[in-house]
């Protein structure tokens, strides 16, 4: 069974900056393109990055610079680095996988950027 947990969300100030993780568990986790995504308040699902099972990551524009996406294989683990926060980062942050077509996300951890 695909599990999927991300934690390290809180409270932090506008600029400040925050680290999430995801643990995985139940599939070949090095061989997976993990991704983040969030949901604020109200609104849909947004994609926010993604890293490939050799490292390589991808960003939605309006994280590019601010966040830094990285893997520990060894770990089955995925790192979510974001810095320079905005109020409108505020959001519940999940990770996803996809295994043999089926789509799992993880509980989420909840992000409030506010002063």
């Known amino acids: 069974e695909v599990q999927l947990q991300a934690f390290g969300g809180g409270l932090v100030q506008p600029g400040g900056s925050l680290r999430l993780s995801c643990a995985a568990s139940?599939?070949?986790?090095?061989?997976?393109?993990v991704r983040w995504v969030r949901q604020a308040p109200g609104e849909v699902i947004e994609w926010v990055c993604g890293?490939?099972?050799?490292?390589?990551?991808v960003y939605a524009d309006s994280m590019k610079g601010r966040f830094t996406v990285s893997r520990d294989n060894a770990k089955n683990t995925v790192n979510l680095q974001m810095n320079s926060l905005k109020s409108e980062d505020t959001a519940v942050y999940y990770c996803?996988?996809?295994?043999?077509?089926?789509?799992?996300r993880g509980q989420g951890t909840l992000v409030t950027v506010s002063s």
């Open positions: 996803e996988v996809v295994v043999d077509g089926v789509r799992s």
């Open positions: 139940g599939f070949t986790f090095s061989s997976q393109y």
């Open positions: 890293v490939f099972s050799d490292g390589d990551s």
